[in-house]
């Protein structure tokens, strides 16, 4: 992942990753795909939109224009022809060879065209009349886009068959092109060429370069000059995409019976009109099918202006009468006039000054004689016909402009059905023909004959309709094609006749006769206006009442047809025409109805219904009436209830349980994805994040201006806790504090936004997360909206989150988190696929991946529910409400239809209020749904003891209409009396909640809120509240409702308006938790998630999005799927008796339902939670405070509350026929409800805790039903192929429909593919050079379906990324105490001169040597005794268990100081120069030189080899600049300067180039010094690589297997030989041998930070002194020791090993003289006759200190100085494995393994001899000194060496040397004798000196079988130690890696 791939590669890499991902699901049987070159190397460029018309005629024209005449940017410069060779031809027409090349010559000759060429046709300017003939690369040419043409040329001359022209130059010189002009092949190369049915070479289709054409053309921003650019939003789009304008409708039944006669004819319909989409697999793969690039432009408006309707300026040579771009680029681009161009078609807008609706409206384009529209059309036909234009002219219109509506979006069809062929004529020799208009006329016939009455036409439906048709007429071609690519002659063409002119009027009348009028055709003799006075002349007599649809064909122009469609069904005819309005013609539409009166009609009408009188008359009637007893009756009840409150007896929900709060696994998952994602970006090459830089997190939530979200967020942020983990804020937190980090998107934004942008400026180490919610919400460009005056601001987004500041600010991450990702999902996004993080799945292949105790019901399983046989759906539409709509719309044509839909349900609200209160006659005057809505809603609270009720969510998008709503009843429940019943809540997302005070107490009590001034204001808060929320704003804003939601009634939500966002957003607000215990009936049952275990890689949520799980599944009987169909309430055979008393209230459905034990052992929360009782929680932002508030959305998610039981909703599905019925049920009901009374108490259940159960039931219009339930071809809802949302358009009409298979990544890919944004949106401009390197690179966008718990997550992210940003500031050090201090030496001598900085030399040489090993890594080792030194065996501790030696060793956790040595992942500004990685420079060359000296002890010279990087040469001296390697430089003793560090550094190191501490920039504080990497050779590249500025000292390949004592060997060895030839060239320069400095550095590479100890002593000889340690730099420590007075006297110099636990007595004296470990400071001088063991791979340190000090030389540790050690876990001493040398050997080699006796049949290993002695020794050594075991008072004598013998064996270590320093051995008893490799110094007499106890044991240890005997005879070992044969061991190794040989004896 991340976004690793720079520059062309990542484009690469995003074409693979979009073509091969969904290649299953769009793969194409019948097309050609795009070559394979062109989809891996090229980038789609930007799509341009063309006003042309799509002709190519005038493409052409337009370009010859331009080659003739002056440029656009003046005269071109004069282009002088370069002379011909000698002799050659050079007539035009003809090549230089001579050879004829002109078409008319050569047509009929064969030609031979290689593969991958294709042949063109290129104009000369002299010879106008002729094509010259060339093979061209069709890599090097566009595709029908004029794009992904690679630049440069590739041809060959037909004439003279030259090949290989790579200059298209060269090529027009070749074939004697005279031009004028600079040759271009966009210029000069015009046409293909294709044989005809003949085989002759014929002109084909122009060569389509649009690409070019747009680059060469300066683009304007204020005013566009050039016919590529759509002047504004809607002036001239050709392919406007239908689907948000035009509803859904049922391709299930798209072709009835209908179809005989002319259709068996013609092959293509039959199989076209079989379902009107096509399945994904026959589907274009790649193709960009728009002709001349028509892409969609945003809705292109209603209607049209025809303002600017004369001619325009030059460079629109495409302009004809006929252009549906009729306004021209001059329009201005005032904010004022946006609203007209953003409907569909052109409409006319009345002056700014003017009140009223955009209403008057002119044709898109007219010609001929005007057609005049009658004045009382409307009012005779009770809707406005909308006329949708079709093929060729169409005719003007006057007079009563305002009754029709004319629409551009079928001609928009019809066009862009004719590019599709264009796709094959470059693979095939001749064109594929497009579809006739003809016959897409009868198609378009044939689609309106089979719509049913209450369907309304679907333009994605005809599109699909045409390709179908198309692809089955010529699927022979495209077949052959397919398989023989460069045929010469084309096949045989479909014998299918063509549907002629003349035939079309007859066989559209033949379609049209059997569908019982519903479609009329006019047939014209001379043009359209005649067929349209007729159709207004039939509309006013009245004679098409059942006529849906009039087609009107004038087919006699020149064989060409002219044809329009009106739409005149009043139900279709209303939707198309509301749908063509934008969201803010509709609202201005609404409110012009308010303000203006118009609905007053609607309100005199309504009280005529009733027959009793005026509903108004009936609630003042019923309030007089009423009015003693309610008041009574209330007063008793508030006593009652008073009393209950101040008793102890408070009413208790039995019911209620606490939930822990807490992140969900899901919640933890995706926030750890995040996460990942993060780290990759940070991990690519390409630094765009640098998180090592970064020592906190702060964030910034930027969410929708919604008073309500913004509340619930700061109570998300607050109650995660996650201001407090981030260190942002301390408790106690005030609110104030808490806004600080959310941010409202309104006027004010701005400010707050700043502050946050300059916070970022000013504090470069932290990250800033801005999280950017609910970002599907307001994606308008800034540019687009500059002018705009809307409230809130549009195009804020854009001009906040998309600034320059955000963008280059290398500190801040966007993330983008939505429910509804597509409108980012574009070819222009921001955001690379790769930084998309969606909702996992919960299920994989039947495995549930994260459990958890609730299950999310979201939109798919809404779906599910439809289709269960037995219970009624969660999704269900009204149908008696959706009649009377119906019915109401044709009486009162002029009101919007959202205005009477409003009125409507109110009214039905109203009359079951009164119905529920005693008024059963209104029964009559409700619907069914709206009666069960509202007793639910009455009833609820009686059923629990505390007075819990039910949410019922009433949405009414449009603001003016939700105060109408609200107010009206709230009047009604007023003269009800039922105020104190449930409360009715106005939701408008500018203000926040206003609830009564009587509910505001219950809610306070029921969640123990103590607060006088506490308010709820969030919709979780009213958790249990009975209400009604009326639910406003156009769309939702990320609002959480809480559990007690039960209902959710969307009858008002605007259907017309069909984008996929914009109904999954409506739909979201019911997604849900359902407790997972509590088994769902059938109904609830997910089928989708075992659809989702089919997908092997699905990791993405797939839950809520109808694109990826069906509603319908391939295994269902089509009975099933026909009775699910029909969700209509009133549907069911239940008897109205039984459905009466389930009416009035829930508790029958207790009966049937579980039983009782059940819902005790797993009810839901419903009550106040415990911590409400906590004082210092604010109570600002209360809700109920247990998990049961924080809903979907939060930290905690609970399930919404679902209160009605199985048995009452299946009851309420009453077939209810008629009015009279409804009131008979009515009267029952009423009667009934006393009855109920007892059983209500018996089975009283909580609403909320009932939640659990199901979900709310959704109430949806008939239209948004349908359009969700019904399937395309794919198995997917039709929802889910709609458009993604308004604010993007698709590429092409002919792409392939989603898949039900895809996962949510691959949805993505295929929007990026298939989307482009409209100008309007933010993301228009990005990418316009068709670049994948626009990506933003700190990006990322977070999907996952609605209320899911998003918010959590993201808040979960940003706690666990500051823990990691936190965690990269710190590192594990080893943290062990000192070992064996108790055994220290007790001697008279310590170091007293406690304040002393240096060790002075007189003092300390008095000092003893400490034997004792100290460093806790040895804790294992064996001990080394000293004299008089009596330790008992208990002395010792008790040794570790062998399995513990395994055990980690102890760390602790520290902060890095500014001090600290840094790995690879460090890159800071500083050290970029340092490491060699800075983007200024080059990376740093290096030079390899050798380097040889001779060593006496190897017998052979050494060969080493430095790469010195050029920057680091000067530490270097060369025979010459860039010659042979002298010496390294080394500075004087007498230096005093501070500037740099004199001792080089090296560090040997193995396996650790990403780990090892190498980056020493600022442990030295930035000062100059000489570091050297001491790495193997086989290593050698991999370091280089990761440290190019680092000089390497590679070894010699012998010591590729060597452990870490040769790599000490060599440095010491290197570094004296070094010293020698410093001396010896600065004696030359006068310099003093001895004043060289000698000293190096040996650091480990795992050694991070420096400490230093102050002390402050209270005086000379006062035990009490205090201390502190502190960090510093590695500077202080180096140029502290190296200005130590007598420096050269010492020897080795060290640190102690930091400690959390050093004790005071430690530090107190300042020096020790004693072993030094890890990081020590060596004189090379003074030790050149001591070396370290080159064969060592533990313990050679030690064993190194004891040589130095028997050496009598001095090892000065300063213990007020520390090294803190960093654990790795890789490479060191880790990188040795010993395995065997059998590769099937797959058992595990123990240490008891690696000896064997020579010439056994043991199984050799692989490993280095001397790692096998080691290891064997540190475990087993007990088997060869067993008296040793444990008996630390008698030793094992160990000559020259020390070998660690394992922890329970001490060992005296002596040295043979002369003149050396050992401990007195003559009172001492050995148990053993260790003689390893030893050497001459070594004799018979020096071991007669040491007296061992009886049976102790001897082992010598050689190279060899040979030197092991020469060693036993040359020290006389026969004579006091006896042999056995069996007594001789070797390691196990083969005889080619030279084990080596051990005896063993016993002391006679």
Not at 890 to 895: C, D, H, Q, S, Y
Not at 1738 to 1745: E, G, P, Q, R, W
């Given at each position: 992942?991340?976004?690793?791939?720079?520059g062309?590669?990542?484009?690469?890499r995003?074409?693979?990753?979009?073509?091969?991902?969904?290649?299953?699901?769009?793969?194409?049987?019948?097309?050609?795909?795009?070559?394979?070159?062109?989809?891996?190397?090229?980038?789609?460029?930007?799509?341009?939109?063309?006003?042309e018309?799509?002709?190519?005629?005038d493409?052409?024209?337009?370009?010859?224009?331009?080659?003739?005449?002056?440029?656009?940017?003046?005269?071109p410069?004069?282009y002088?022809?370069?002379?011909?060779?000698e002799?050659?031809?050079?007539?035009?027409?003809?090549?230089?060879?001579?050879?004829?090349?002109?078409?008319?010559?050569?047509?009929?000759?064969?030609?031979?065209?290689p593969?991958?060429?294709?042949l063109?046709?290129?104009?000369?300017?002299?010879?106008?009349?002729?094509l010259?003939v060339?093979?061209?690369?069709?890599?090097f040419?566009?595709?029908?886009n004029?794009?992904?043409?690679?630049?440069?040329?590739?041809?060959?001359?037909?004439?003279?068959?030259?090949k290989?022209?790579?200059y298209?130059?060269d090529?027009?010189?070749?074939?004697?092109?005279?031009?004028?002009?600079?040759?271009?092949?966009?210029?000069?190369?015009?046409y293909y060429?294709?044989r005809?049915?003949?085989?002759?070479l014929?002109?084909g289709?122009?060569?389509?370069?649009?690409?070019s054409?747009?680059?060469?053309?300066?683009?304007?921003?204020?005013?566009c000059s050039?016919s590529?650019f759509?002047?504004?939003?809607?002036?001239?789009s050709l392919?406007?995409?239908?689907?948000?304008?035009?509803?859904?409708?049922?391709?299930?039944?798209?072709?009835?019976?209908?179809?005989?006669?002319?259709?068996?004819?013609?092959?293509s319909?039959?199989?076209?009109?079989?379902?009107?989409?096509f399945?994904?697999k026959?589907?274009?793969?790649?193709?960009?099918l728009?002709?001349?690039?028509?892409?969609?432009?945003?809705?292109?408006?209603?209607?049209?202006?025809?303002?600017n309707?004369?001619?325009?300026?030059?460079?629109?040579?495409?302009?004809s009468?006929?252009?549906?771009?009729?306004?021209d680029?001059?329009?201005?681009?005032?904010?004022?006039n946006?609203?007209?161009?953003?409907?569909?078609?052109?409409?006319?807008?009345?002056?700014?000054?003017?009140v009223?609706p955009?209403?008057?409206s002119?044709?898109?384009?007219?010609?001929?004689?005007?057609?005049s529209?009658?004045?009382?059309?409307?009012?005779?036909?009770?809707?406005?016909?909308?006329?949708?234009?079709?093929?060729?002219?169409?005719?003007?219109?006057?007079?009563n402009?305002?009754?029709?509506?004319?629409?551009?979006?079928?001609?928009?069809c019809?066009?862009?059905?004719?590019?599709?062929?264009?796709?094959?004529?470059?693979?095939g020799?001749?064109?594929?023909?497009?579809i006739?208009?003809?016959?897409?006329?009868?198609?378009?016939?044939?689609y309106?004959?089979?719509?049913?009455?209450?369907?309304?036409?679907?333009?994605?439906?005809?599109e699909?309709i045409?390709l179908?048709?198309?692809?089955?007429?010529?699927?022979t071609?495209?077949?052959?094609?397919?398989?023989?690519?460069?045929?010469?002659?084309?096949?045989?063409p479909s014998?299918a006749?063509?549907?002629?002119?003349?035939q079309?009027p007859?066989?559209a009348?033949?379609?049209?006769?059997?569908?019982?009028?519903?479609?009329h055709?006019?047939?014209c003799?001379?043009?359209?206006?005649?067929?349209l006075?007729?159709?207004?002349?039939?509309l006013?007599e009245g004679?098409?009442?059942?006529?849906?649809?009039?087609?009107?064909?004038?087919?006699?122009r020149?064989?060409a047809?002219?044809?329009c469609?009106?739409?005149?069904?009043?139900?279709?005819a209303?939707?198309?025409?509301?749908?063509?309005?934008?969201?803010?013609?509709?609202?201005?539409?609404?409110?012009?109805?308010?303000v203006t009166g118009?609905v007053?009609?609607?309100?005199?009408?309504?009280?005529t219904?009733?027959?009793?009188?005026?509903?108004?008359?009936?609630l003042?009637?019923?309030?007089?009436?009423?009015?003693?007893?309610?008041?009574?009756?209330?007063?008793?009840?508030?006593?009652?209830?008073?009393?209950?409150?101040?008793?102890?007896?408070?009413?208790?929900?039995?019911s209620?349980?606490?939930?822990?709060?807490?992140?969900?696994?899901?919640?933890l998952?995706?926030?750890?994805?995040?996460?990942?994602h993060?780290?990759?970006?940070?991990?690519?090459?390409?630094?765009?994040?640098?998180l090592?830089?970064?020592?906190?997190?702060?964030?910034?939530?930027?969410?929708?201006?919604s008073e309500?979200?913004?509340?619930q967020?700061l109570?998300?942020?607050?109650?995660?806790g996650?201001?407090?983990?981030?260190?942002?804020e301390k408790?106690?937190m005030?609110?104030?504090?808490?806004?600080?980090?959310v941010?409202?998107?309104?006027?004010?934004?701005?400010?707050?936004?700043?502050?946050?942008?300059?916070?970022?400026?000013?504090?470069?180490?932290?990250?800033?997360?801005?999280?950017?919610?609910?970002?599907?919400?307001d994606?308008?460009?800034?540019?687009?909206?500059?002018?705009?005056?809307?409230?809130?601001?549009a195009?804020?987004?854009?001009?906040?989150?998309n600034?320059?500041?955000?963008k280059?600010?290398?500190?801040?991450?966007?993330?983008?988190?939505?429910?509804?990702?597509?409108?980012?999902q574009t070819q222009?996004?921001?955001?690379?696929?790769?930084?998309e993080?969606?909702?996992?799945?919960?299920?994989?292949?039947?495995?549930?991946?994260?459990?958890?105790?609730?299950?999310?019901?979201?939109?798919?399983?809404?779906?599910?529910?439809?289709?269960?046989?037995?219970?009624?759906?969660?999704?269900?539409?009204d149908?008696?409400?959706?009649?009377?709509?119906?019915?109401l719309g044709?009486?009162?044509?002029?009101?919007h239809?959202?205005?009477?839909?409003?009125?409507?349900l109110?009214?039905?609200?109203?009359?079951?209020m009164?119905a529920?209160?005693?008024?059963?006659?209104?029964?009559?005057?409700?619907?069914?749904?709206?009666?069960e809505?509202?007793?639910?809603l009455?009833n609820?609270?009686?059923?629990?003891?505390?007075?819990?009720?039910?949410?019922?969510?009433?949405?009414?998008p449009?603001?003016?209409?939700a105060?109408v709503?609200?107010?009206?009843?709230?009047?009604?429940?007023?003269?009800?009396?039922?105020?104190?019943?449930?409360?009715?809540?106005?939701?408008?997302?500018?203000?926040?909640?206003?609830v009564g005070?009587?509910?505001?107490?219950?809610?306070?009590?029921?969640?123990?809120i103590?607060?006088?001034?506490?308010?709820?204001?969030?919709?979780?808060e009213?958790?249990?509240?009975?209400?009604?929320?009326?639910?406003?704003?156009?769309?939702?804003?990320?609002?959480?409702?809480?559990?007690?939601l039960?209902?959710?009634?969307?009858?008002?939500?605007?259907?017309?308006?069909?984008?996929r966002?914009a109904?999954?957003?409506?739909?979201?607000l019911a997604?849900?938790?359902?407790?997972?215990?509590?088994?769902?009936?059938k109904?609830a049952k997910?089928?989708?998630?075992?659809?989702d275990?089919?997908?092997?890689?699905?990791?993405?949520?797939e839950?809520?999005?109808?694109g990826t799980?069906?509603?319908?599944?391939?295994?269902?009987?089509?009975?099933?799927?026909?009775?699910?169909?029909?969700?209509?309430?009133?549907s069911?055979?239940?008897?109205?008796?039984?459905?009466?008393?389930?009416?009035?209230?829930?508790?029958?459905?207790?009966?049937?339902?579980?039983?009782?034990?059940?819902?005790?052992?797993?009810?839901?929360?419903?009550g106040?939670?415990?911590?409400?009782?906590?004082?210092?929680?604010?109570?600002?932002?209360?809700?109920?405070?247990?998990?049961?508030?924080?809903?979907?959305?939060?930290?905690v998610?609970?399930?919404?509350?679902?209160?009605?039981?199985?048995?009452?909703?299946?009851s309420?599905?009453?077939?209810?026929t008629?009015s009279?019925q409804?009131?008979s049920?009515?009267?029952?009901s009423?009667?009934?409800?006393?009855?109920?009374?007892?059983?209500?108490?018996?089975?009283?259940?909580?609403?909320v805790?009932?939640?659990?159960?199901?979900?709310?039931?959704?109430?949806?219009?008939?239209?948004?039903?349908?359009?969700?339930?019904?399937?395309?071809?794919?198995?997917?809802p039709?929802?889910?192929?709609?458009l993604?949302?308004?604010?993007?358009?698709?590429?092409s009409?002919?792409r392939?429909?989603?898949?039900k298979?895809?996962?949510?990544t691959?949805?993505?890919?295929?929007?990026r593919?298939?989307t482009?944004?409209?100008?309007?949106?933010?993301?228009?401009?990005?990418?316009?050079?068709?670049?994948?390197?626009s990506?933003?690179?700190?990006?990322?966008?977070?999907?996952?379906?609605?209320?899911?718990?998003?918010?959590?997550?993201?808040?979960?992210?940003?706690?666990?990324?500051?823990?990691m940003?936190?965690?990269?500031?710190?590192?594990?050090v080893?943290?062990?105490?000192?070992?064996?201090?108790?055994l220290?030496?007790?001697?008279?001598?310590h170091?007293?001169?406690?304040?002393?900085p240096?060790?002075?030399?007189?003092l300390?040489q008095k000092?003893?040597?400490?034997?004792?090993i100290?460093?806790?890594?040895?804790?294992?080792?064996?001990?080394?005794?000293?004299?008089?030194?009596s330790?008992?065996?208990?002395?010792?501790?008790l040794?570790r268990?062998?399995?513990?030696?395994?055990?980690?060793?102890?760390?602790?956790?520290?902060?890095?100081?500014?001090?600290?040595?840094?790995n690879?992942?460090h890159?800071?500004?500083?050290?970029?120069?340092y490491?060699?990685?800075?983007?200024?420079?080059?990376?740093?060359?290096?030079?390899?030189?050798?380097?040889?000296?001779?060593?006496?002890m190897?017998?052979?010279?050494?060969?080493?080899?430095?790469?010195?990087?050029k920057s680091?040469?000067h530490?270097?001296?060369?025979?010459?600049?860039?010659?042979?390697?002298?010496?390294m430089?080394?500075?004087?003793?007498?230096?005093?300067?501070?500037?740099?560090?004199?001792?080089?550094?090296?560090?040997?190191?193995?396996?650790?180039?990403?780990?090892?501490?190498?980056?020493?920039?600022?442990?030295?504080d930035?000062?100059?010094?000489?570091?050297?990497?001491?790495?193997?050779?086989?290593?050698?590249?991999?370091?280089?690589?990761?440290?190019?500025?680092?000089?390497?000292?590679v070894?010699?390949?012998?010591?590729?297997s060597?452990?870490?004592?040769?790599?000490?060997?060599?440095?010491?060895?290197?570094?004296?030989?070094?010293?020698?030839?410093?001396?010896n060239r600065?004696?030359?320069?006068?310099?003093k041998?001895?004043?060289i400095?000698?000293?190096?550095?040996?650091?480990?590479d795992?050694?991070v930070?420096?400490?230093?100890?102050?002390?402050?002593?209270?005086?000379?000889?006062?035990?009490?002194?205090s201390w502190?340690?502190?960090?510093?730099?590695l500077?202080?420590?180096?140029?502290h020791?190296?200005?130590?007075?007598n420096?050269?006297?010492?020897?080795?110099?060290?640190?102690?090993?930091?400690?959390?636990?050093?004790?005071?007595?430690?530090?107190?004296?300042p020096?020790?003289?004693?072993?030094?470990?890890?990081f020590?400071?060596?004189?090379v001088?003074?030790?050149?006759?001591?070396q370290?063991?080159?064969?060592r791979?533990?313990?050679?340190?030690?064993?190194?200190?004891l040589?130095?000090?028997?050496?009598?030389?001095?090892?000065c540790?300063?213990?007020?100085?520390?090294?803190?050690?960093?654990?790795?876990?890789?490479?060191?001493h880790?990188?040795?494995?010993?395995t065997?040398?059998?590769?099937?050997?797959?058992a595990?080699?123990?240490?008891?393994?690696?000896?064997?006796a020579?010439?056994?049949?043991?199984t050799?290993?692989a490993?280095?001899?001397?790692?096998?002695?080691?290891?064997?020794l540190?475990?087993?050594?007990?088997?060869f000194f067993?008296?040793?075991?444990?008996?630390?008072?008698?030793?094992?004598?160990s000559?020259?060496?020390?070998?660690?013998?394992?922890?329970?064996?001490?060992?005296?270590?002596?040295?043979?040397?002369p003149?050396?320093?050992?401990?007195?051995?003559?009172?001492?008893?050995?148990?053993g004798?260790?003689?390893?490799?030893?050497?001459?110094?070594?004799?018979?007499?020096?071991?007669?000196?040491?007296?061992?106890?009886?049976?102790?044991t001897?082992?010598?240890?050689?190279?060899?079988?040979?030197?092991?005997?020469?060693?036993?005879v040359?020290?006389?070992?026969e004579?006091?130690?006896?042999?056995r044969?069996?007594?001789?061991?070797?390691?196990?190794?083969?005889?080619?890696?030279?084990?080596?040989?051990?005896?063993?004896?016993?002391?006679?």
């Open positions: 992942m991340g976004n690793s791939y720079a062309q590669l990542k484009a690469t995003f074409e693979e990753v979009l073509h091969d991902s969904i290649e299953a699901s769009l793969r194409s049987n019948n097309l050609v795909p795009r070559p394979v070159f062109s989809q891996l190397y090229l980038e789609a460029e930007q799509q341009l939109s063309s006003l018309g799509g002709s190519r005629v493409n052409e024209e337009e370009e010859e224009e331009g080659e003739g005449g002056p440029e656009p940017n003046g005269a410069n004069p002088q022809l370069p002379p011909a060779p002799g050659c031809c050079t007539t035009e027409g003809f090549c230089q060879a001579g050879k004829d090349l002109r078409l008319v010559s050569i047509s009929s000759e064969p030609i031979d065209v593969a991958g060429f294709l063109v046709g290129a104009k000369s300017p002299s010879l106008q009349d002729h010259l060339c093979a061209v690369d069709k890599r040419l566009p595709d029908d004029g794009h992904n043409a690679l630049l440069g040329f590739s041809g060959n001359c037909v004439g003279c068959g030259k290989g022209f790579c298209f130059t090529f027009s010189n070749h074939i004697n092109l005279r031009l004028t002009t600079q040759p271009k092949k966009q210029k000069h190369l015009k060429l294709v005809n049915a003949q085989g002759t014929t002109k289709p122009l060569i389509c370069w649009k690409g054409e747009f680059r060469s053309r300066p683009a304007s921003a204020g005013i050039s590529l759509p002047p504004l939003e809607s002036s001239g392919a406007a995409f239908p689907s948000e304008s035009v509803p859904g409708t049922n391709p299930g039944v798209l072709m009835g019976a209908q179809q005989a006669g002319p259709a068996s004819d013609h092959p319909l039959t199989s076209a009109l079989g379902p009107a989409v399945n994904g026959d589907s274009p793969k790649h193709q960009q728009a002709k001349n690039s028509l892409s969609a432009l945003p809705r292109p408006s209603a209607l049209g202006i025809l303002s309707s004369g001619p325009p300026k030059k460079r629109h040579k495409g302009w009468p006929e252009s549906p771009s009729a306004a680029g001059t329009c201005p681009q005032g904010g004022g946006r609203a007209k161009y953003e409907s569909a078609g052109v409409s006319c807008v009345p002056q700014a000054g003017l009223g955009a209403s008057v002119f044709p898109v384009v007219a010609s001929g004689e005007p057609v529209v009658p004045d009382n059309l409307l009012k005779i036909c009770e809707a406005k016909p909308v006329i949708f234009k079709g093929h060729g002219n169409f005719p003007y219109l006057c007079g402009l305002s009754d029709v509506v004319v629409s551009p979006l079928l001609y928009t019809y066009q862009n059905s004719q590019s599709i062929s264009r796709a094959y004529e470059q693979y020799a001749s064109t594929i023909q497009p006739s208009e003809e016959m897409q006329l009868l198609l378009t016939v044939y309106l004959v089979q719509l049913a009455a209450d369907q309304v036409p679907l333009m994605e439906d005809l699909q045409f179908r048709s198309w692809r089955e007429s010529h699927l071609e495209i077949r052959q094609y397919q398989q023989a690519p460069a045929q010469p002659h084309p096949p045989v014998t006749a063509p549907v002629t002119p003349a079309l007859w066989l009348g033949l379609a049209a006769s059997s569908c019982n009028d519903s479609v055709v006019i047939e003799a001379y043009s359209l206006a005649e067929g006075s007729e159709m207004f002349r039939l006013i004679k098409l009442a059942k006529t849906n649809y009039v087609v009107i064909i004038c087919a006699c020149n064989a047809i002219d044809s469609i009106a739409v005149t069904g009043k139900y279709q209303r939707i198309l025409s509301e749908s063509l309005l934008s969201p803010a013609e509709y609202q201005r539409e609404v409110h012009y109805e308010l118009k007053d009609s609607l309100g005199a009408f309504f009280s219904l009733c027959p009793e009188g005026d509903i108004d008359i009936l003042d009637k019923f309030h007089q009436e009423n009015q003693g007893h309610v008041s009574s009756a209330r007063t008793a009840a508030s006593v009652t209830q008073a009393a209950g409150l101040d008793g102890s007896r408070i009413p208790v929900c039995t209620c349980h606490l939930e822990p709060r807490g992140v969900r696994p899901f919640q998952a995706v926030a750890q994805k995040l996460l990942s993060v780290c990759s970006i940070a991990d690519s090459s390409s630094q765009n994040l640098d090592g830089s970064f020592e906190k997190v702060d964030f910034l939530i930027c969410i929708p201006p309500v979200t913004y509340q967020t109570f998300h942020v607050w109650h995660s996650v201001l407090l983990e981030l260190g942002l408790e106690p005030t609110k104030q504090r808490v806004e600080q980090y941010l409202k998107l309104d006027a004010e934004a701005q400010t707050k936004f700043k502050a946050f942008l300059q916070n970022s400026f000013q504090n470069p180490h932290t990250l800033f997360v801005l999280i950017h919610d609910h970002a599907h919400w994606l308008v460009s800034a540019v687009h909206n500059l002018y705009s005056q809307s409230d809130p601001p195009g804020l987004v854009d001009r906040l989150l600034c320059r500041e955000v280059e600010a290398p500190n801040i991450v966007t993330l983008h988190v939505t429910s509804f990702p597509y409108a980012l222009h996004t921001l955001i690379s696929p790769y930084n993080i969606h909702w996992p799945v919960s299920y994989s292949n039947g495995v549930d991946l994260y459990h958890e105790n609730k299950k999310y019901f979201g939109l798919s399983e809404f779906i599910e529910s439809t289709l269960s046989g037995h219970s009624l759906p969660l999704l269900r539409y149908s008696s409400f959706e009649a009377m709509v119906t019915a044709k009486r009162f044509p002029r009101l239809s959202a205005v009477i839909r409003t009125f409507v109110v009214q039905h609200y109203a009359a079951a009164m529920v209160s005693g008024l059963p006659q209104m029964k009559n005057h409700t619907s069914v749904e709206t009666l809505i509202t007793q639910n009455l609820a609270p009686k059923q629990c003891p505390c007075g819990h009720g039910l949410m019922v969510l009433l949405r009414v449009c603001s003016p209409l105060a709503a609200y107010e009206r009843l709230a009047h009604v429940r007023a003269r009800l009396a039922l105020e104190d019943h449930f409360e009715i809540i106005l939701g408008n997302p500018s203000s926040g909640i206003t005070k009587h509910f505001v107490k219950q809610l306070k009590m029921w969640q123990k103590e607060d006088a001034e506490w308010r709820p204001q969030t919709y979780l009213l958790e249990g509240l009975p209400c009604i929320l009326i639910f406003s704003g156009m769309d939702p804003h990320g609002e959480s409702l809480p559990r007690s039960r209902y959710c009634d969307l009858r008002l939500i605007n259907s017309s308006c069909l984008v966002t109904l999954e957003q409506e739909l979201g997604a849900y938790f359902v407790s997972s215990e509590i088994p769902l009936e109904g997910n089928e989708a998630l075992e659809s275990g089919e997908k092997p890689s699905s990791t993405d949520n839950d809520e999005e109808p799980e069906g509603s319908t599944s391939e295994k269902r009987s089509p009975v099933k799927r026909e009775r699910s169909c029909s969700h209509d309430s009133a069911s055979s239940l008897s109205s008796k039984a459905s009466s008393s389930a009416l009035c209230s829930e508790t029958l459905a207790q009966v049937p339902g579980p039983p009782q034990g059940e819902q005790a052992r797993s009810p839901l929360p419903c106040p939670a415990e911590e409400a009782k906590a004082t210092g929680e604010k109570q600002w932002l209360r809700a109920s405070q247990g998990a049961t508030v924080i809903s979907r959305h939060g930290p998610l609970t399930p919404q509350p679902d209160c009605s039981l199985r048995t009452s909703q299946r309420l599905q009453v077939s209810v008629s009279s409804l009131s049920l009515g009267a029952t009423m009667s009934t409800a006393p009855a109920t009374g007892t059983l209500v108490l018996q089975a009283s259940q909580c609403s805790t009932k939640a659990c159960r199901q979900p709310p039931t959704v109430f949806l219009p008939k239209l948004v039903y349908d359009v969700l339930l019904s399937t395309d071809s794919s198995g997917l039709k929802a889910a192929s709609l993604p949302a308004p604010s993007v358009m698709w590429t009409s002919f392939p429909l989603l898949s298979t895809m996962t949510s691959e949805q993505s890919l295929y929007y593919q298939w482009v944004p409209r100008p309007s949106h933010m993301d228009y401009g990005n990418r316009a050079e068709g670049r994948v390197d990506f933003h690179p700190r990006r990322l966008l977070l999907s996952g379906p609605p209320q899911i718990g998003k918010t959590g997550a993201y808040l979960q992210f940003l706690s666990i990324l500051s823990r940003l936190v965690r990269l500031t710190e590192v594990d080893y943290d062990e105490e000192e070992i064996n201090i108790s220290r030496e007790e001697s008279d001598w170091y007293l001169q406690l304040s002393d240096w060790p002075d030399l007189e300390f000092m003893p040597f400490d034997y004792i100290h460093d806790p890594k040895y804790e294992d080792a064996s001990l080394i005794c000293a004299h008089h030194q330790i008992k065996s208990e002395d010792r501790g040794s268990k062998p399995e513990e030696l395994y055990v980690r060793r102890q760390t602790a956790r520290m902060r890095l100081s500014k001090y600290a040595a840094y690879t992942y890159h800071c500004e500083q050290c970029h120069q490491m060699g990685f800075h983007p200024r420079y080059q990376l740093y060359e290096s030079t390899l030189h050798a380097f040889a000296f001779s060593y006496s190897l017998g052979e010279e050494i060969q080493l080899h430095f790469i010195i990087p680091k040469e530490h270097f001296v060369f025979s010459q600049p860039g010659g042979q390697l002298e010496s430089r080394l500075p004087l003793v007498t230096d005093k300067s501070h500037e740099y560090i004199k001792s080089p550094t090296f560090t040997p190191t193995t396996g650790r180039h990403e780990h090892g501490l190498f980056n020493l920039y600022h442990a030295m930035g000062a100059s010094h000489l570091h050297v990497l001491v790495v193997k050779e086989y290593e050698m590249a991999i370091y280089k690589k990761y440290w190019p500025n680092h000089i390497m000292l070894l010699p390949s012998i010591f590729n060597a452990g870490v004592g040769a790599a000490h060997f060599l440095i010491k060895e290197l570094s004296y030989h070094n010293l020698e030839l410093e001396r600065q004696e030359e320069l006068g310099i041998p001895q004043d400095w000698p000293f190096i550095v040996i650091s480990d795992s050694c930070m420096w400490n230093v100890v102050d002390v402050d002593c209270a005086g000379e000889r006062s035990r009490e002194f502190s340690e502190r960090n510093v730099s500077k202080h420590i180096m140029q020791i190296e200005a130590s007075p420096i050269t006297r010492y020897a080795l110099l060290g640190l102690r090993k930091w400690a959390s636990k050093t004790r005071g007595g430690q530090v107190r004296e020096f020790s003289r004693c072993h030094v470990h890890d020590i400071i060596l004189n001088d003074l030790t050149q006759n001591v370290y063991n080159q064969n791979f533990t313990c050679d340190d030690v064993d190194f200190n040589r130095v000090h028997s050496a009598g030389l001095l090892l540790r300063f213990n007020r100085f520390s090294v803190m050690k960093k654990q790795i876990a890789v490479g060191g880790r990188s040795f494995h010993i065997s040398k059998v590769s099937d050997s797959s595990a080699v123990v240490p008891a393994q690696y000896i064997c020579p010439d056994s049949k043991h050799f290993l490993a280095p001899a001397q790692l096998l002695l080691e290891k064997f540190q475990y087993h050594s007990q088997r067993p008296l040793s075991l444990k008996n630390h008072s008698h030793p094992v004598l000559v020259d060496c020390y070998l660690n013998l394992g922890s329970q064996i001490s060992v005296c270590y002596v040295s043979s040397r003149h050396s320093l050992n401990i007195s051995c003559s009172d001492l008893m050995f148990s004798l260790l003689l390893y490799l030893c050497d001459s110094f070594v004799g018979a007499s020096f071991l007669k000196k040491f007296h061992f106890l009886k049976g102790a001897l082992c010598v240890i050689c190279q060899d079988r040979n030197s092991l005997r020469q060693t036993v040359r020290l006389e070992l004579d006091e130690w006896q042999f044969l069996r007594d001789e061991f070797q390691t196990a190794n083969a005889k080619e890696d030279r084990p080596l040989f051990f005896l063993t004896g016993r002391h006679i």
